[in-house]
Nanobody, 126 residues
Framework: QVHLVESGGGSVQAGGSLSLSCAAS?????????MGWFRQAPGKKRERVAL???????SYIDSVKGRFTVSRDNAENTLYLQMSSLKPEDTAMYYC???????????????????WGQGTQVSVSS
């Protein structure tokens, strides 16, 4: 059973930094996977922030490029999102997600991720 637990959210002033963690368990070691960070602000649709593929490739939405970095520690089975130069518009609930398919396939087929964490709140004040 796949289980994802996010941590590291909090409140910060604009220009500050935060690092989010997503502890994963129950991953089959021999399966291809895609993990991602998503966010949803009140009254807005959920948006994909960053993806990490099991082949090590990453992708980001334009609004966070150069400010956010997604990485994974395989030994710890933990996905990270390092956020810097935070802006008030980055305020949202951040979720970690996983699916057992290449990120490219999920993106091209617009498939949803099957496994989600409970979320962690990030608040950026101006």
């Amino acid at each position: 059973q796949v289980h994802l637990v996010e941590s590291g959210g909090g409140s910060v002033q604009a220009g500050g930094s935060l690092s989010l963690s997503c502890a994963a368990s129950g991953f089959p070691y021999d399966k291809y996977y895609c993990m991602g960070w998503f966010r949803q602000a009140p009254g807005k649709k959920r948006e994909r922030v960053a993806l990490f593929d099991s082949d090590g490739s990453t992708s980001y939405i334009d609004s966070v490029k150069g400010r956010f970095t997604v990485s994974r520690d395989n030994a710890e089975n933990t996905l990270y999102l390092q956020m810097s130069s935070l802006k008030p518009e980055d305020t949202a609930m951040y979720y970690c997600a996983a699916e057992f398919a290449p990120c490219e396939v999920i993106t091209e087929t617009r498939a949803d991720f099957g496994y989600w964490g409970q979320g962690t709140q990030v608040s950026v004040s101006s």
